[in-house]
């Protein structure tokens, strides 16, 4: 069965730290995608990085990478120098291929990021 | 603005009430998703469509629950004779389906409160 586990439930950090957030998923598909949004106090869910699965390149934006490891099943996301503005609850998602096409999102529980000042 | 938008924000109803919810996709979209999101958890799917079919329904959506896509341009989402536990956010989402991937873009939920 699918299933995708955000251990972590909340960070605090200070400014300018980095932090690595942790994704863990199941599948039985070989064809999925993960993904990663962010959802800040305004509630939208933000689209940040979709990755496939027979690419596991890391993969680099700014201040934010992704390490993206199929022989763990893990998919972390790094912020490098963590503001103020990067507090937010962060969701990481699958998506099986093979699985009627439907596209679905399969959503961990969400980690809830505090950068503090 | 060309995001998703929903409608409304907020709803509180009293329990036994009949609810419904709007969603405009990003325009020329294809595919329009419904997801529950509970307090502290992430979302939960529970139905979509591909133009005006509906494709697939969660085991989560009730018989309470009714979704259309009329013209395969916006949705609607109604909850019959609601209960306190169908308080939750209701999100949609959109996306441009091509292939075996597409990305979902949110719109801001409407978040429902049942007395």
């Known amino acids: 069965a699918q299933k995708v586990t955000q251990a972590q439930t909340e960070i605090s950090v200070v400014e300018k730290e980095d932090v690595t957030l942790d994704c863990v998923y199941e599948?039985?598909?070989?064809?999925?995608?993960l993904f990663w949004y962010k959802q800040p106090p305004s509630g939208e869910l933000v689209f940040l990085i979709r990755?496939?699965?027979?690419?596991?390149q890391n993969e680099i934006s700014g201040r934010y990478s992704w390490n993206f490891q199929k022989s763990t099943s893990s998919f972390n996301f790094t912020i490098t120098a963590s503001q103020v503005v990067d507090s937010a609850v962060y969701f990481c998602?699958?998506?099986?291929?093979?699985?009627?096409?439907?596209?679905?999102?399969?959503f961990g529980q969400g980690t809830t990021l505090q950068v503090k000042p | 603005d060309t995001g998703v938008s929903q409608d409304p924000r907020h709803k509180i109803t009293k329990r036994g009430q009949n609810v419904t919810f709007r969603c405009d996709p990003i325009?020329?979209?294809?595919?329009l998703y419904w997801y529950r999101q509970t307090l502290g958890q992430g979302p939960e799917f529970l139905t979509y469509f591909q133009n005006e079919a509906q494709l697939e329904k969660s085991r989560l959506l009730s018989d309470r629950f009714s979704a259309e896509r009329p013209k395969g341009s916006f949705s609607t989402l109604e909850i019959q004779r609601t209960e306190q536990g169908d308080s939750a956010m209701y999100l949609c989402a959109s996306s441009l389906w091509r292939g075996p991937v597409n990305e979902q873009f949110f719109g801001p939920g409407t978040r429902l409160t049942v007395l």
């Open positions: 990755r496939n699965s027979f690419d596991e």
């Open positions: 998602a699958l998506s099986e291929a093979t699985s009627g096409n439907t596209g679905k999102l399969i």
């Open positions: 325009s020329e979209h294809n595919r």
């Open positions: 599948t039985r598909d070989t064809t999925y995608y």
